[in-house]
Each structure stands twice: as structure tokens, then as C-alpha cells.
Nanobody
Framework: QVQLVESGGGLVQAGGSLRLSCVAS????????MGWFRQAPGKEREFVAG???????????DYADSVKGRFTISRDNAENTVYLQMNSLKSEDTAVYYC????????????????WGKGTLVTVSS
């Protein structure tokens, strides 16, 4: 059974940092792109960041424009884990963050995701 389990969410002040982690189990995800989406109250789920491994030390990452320069995604294939380092957080980053895995390029719409985690809440206070 495939599972994606997020951790690291919480309450942080604007300008602060958080690091989200997602551990995948049930299969090997090295051939999958992995990443993060978020959904704020009353809004649609949106892509945040994704990363694809192309072999050796080559990774391709992509980000939503709203988080470029502030968020960094990374992954550890040996541990089936993906991370999201979030710096300079803003109140508009408040949302439930979902870990995801999919086949293909580093950026995808929610309809293209094969596996979802249950989400972790990030709240940024201003």
C-alpha cells in the first residue's frame, strides 16, 4: 500500500522558516517526480514545487512563481523522502501542504498526480 506521510507543519511568524518532510512507502519513487501542493481555505489546490531525478546527481526542480527564491525542494531517493525548506514565510503561505508523487516532468497540475499525502497545516501569523 502506497503512503505519503508529511511532517513539519506548524505555526510560524511572518519572516520565519519551516521545513516540511514527506516519507513515501509502499513502492520505490525514484522514477517519479515528487513535490508539494497547497490549498488555502476557499481556494483551489495549487502546485508549489516539484523535483525529478534524472540519474546520477542530476535533478530538475520547478517552483510556483509565488515561492521562487524563498522555498527550496530537495529529495533523498535512498530514503524515499522529499523536503521543502520554506524561508521568508508570508501570511499568504498559510495553507494545508500536500506531498505528492507523479510520473513525468517536475511541474504538474493536481489532476496529474498519482499519489497524495493527507497534508500538514502551515500557519503563518502576521
Amino acid at each position: 500500500q502506497v503512503q505519503l506521510v508529511e511532517s513539519g507543519g506548524g505555526l510560524v511568524q511572518a519572516g520565519g522558516s519551516l521545513r516540511l518532510s514527506c516519507v513515501a512507502s509502499g513502492r520505490t519513487f525514484s522514477s517519479y517526480a515528487m513535490g508539494w501542493f497547497r490549498q488555502a481555505p476557499g481556494k483551489e489546490r495549487e502546485f508549489v514545487a516539484g523535483i525529478r531525478w534524472s540519474g546520477g546527481m542530476i535533478y530538475y526542480a520547478d517552483y510556483a512563481d509565488s515561492v521562487k527564491g524563498r522555498f527550496t525542494i530537495s529529495r533523498d531517493n535512498a530514503e524515499n523522502t522529499v523536503y521543502l525548506q520554506m524561508n521568508s514565510l508570508k501570511s499568504e503561505d498559510t495553507a494545508v501542504y500536500y506531498c505528492a508523487a507523479w510520473r513525468g516532468v517536475a511541474k504538474v497540475n493536481p489532476t496529474g498526480v498519482d499519489y497524495w499525502g493527507k497534508g500538514t497545516l502551515v500557519t503563518v501569523s502576521s
